[in-house]
């Protein structure tokens, strides 16, 4: 059960053209109400995700992003790790027409955190070459990415327990919170990971 002040650890993943990795990370605490089973959790998270990713982030990433997973983990404050306690599908995908870029090339979006220097980012892969100009990520991508920002940078409710996304620092044990603000850039960004067959 995820019970108050448990840590957990959500992570997204995707495929790109059927061959590319994406993944994002969040972590949330959880601040209150009753106990609740890790799949119900999970179940709840994805359905918030969906809605915001479905009014913001859909329209402006490539059609050849699937959704395919979410995974929760649950931070052990004993062991010093996070343990898989739920999985599911989900269904988060890019409807964008187009010519694409390169699979690591994608929207930088900063998450402010209570303490500056531990400030959040997550990267939103698949845009489209109609959403970068003269290599500036346009104004449309940036005001829906950073309208997708204010939804999912705040506490949600889930069945009457409340999580709020922030930062968690894995070796000190240290939490803090989003402040529910942050930056969309405005240049693209480009993150590959060194792991054979993930890009971003």
């Given amino acids: 059960m995820i ?21 994002q990370v969040w972590h949330y605490i959880k601040d209150a109400g009753s106990d609740q089973d890790p799949a119900d959790v999970l179940d709840d998270m994805l359905t918030e995700h969906d809605q915001h990713w479905i009014a913001h982030v859909q329209d402006h990433v490539t059609d050849d992003l699937e959704g395919v997973e979410g995974e929760l983990f649950l931070w052990d404050s004993v062991a010093g790790e996070f343990n898989q306690v739920a999985t599911a599908a989900h269904t988060m995908d890019g409807a964008a027409v187009g010519d694409r870029y390169a699979p690591g090339v994608a929207g930088l979006v900063h998450f402010y955190a209570s303490k500056p220097r531990y400030n959040g ?14 290599g500036i990520v346009t104004g449309t991508v940036t005001t829906a990415l950073a309208l997708w920002l204010l939804d999912v940078a705040v506490s949600w409710v889930l069945t009457g327990s409340t999580y709020t996304p922030g930062v968690f620092n894995q070796a000190a ?4 919170d989003f402040t529910g603000s ?19």
């Fill in 121 to 134: 980012a997550k990267y939103v892969a698949g845009i489209t070459e109609g959403g970068i100009g003269n």
């Fill in 3 to 23: 019970t108050n002040n448990d840590i957990v650890r959500l992570v997204l993943t995707w495929l790109l053209n059927s061959e590319t990795v994406v993944q």
């Fill in 173 to 176: 044990a240290r939490w803090n």
């Fill in 182 to 200: 942050g930056l969309v850039s405005a240049n693209p960004a480009y993150q590959r990971r060194r792991r054979t067959g993930v890009g971003i």
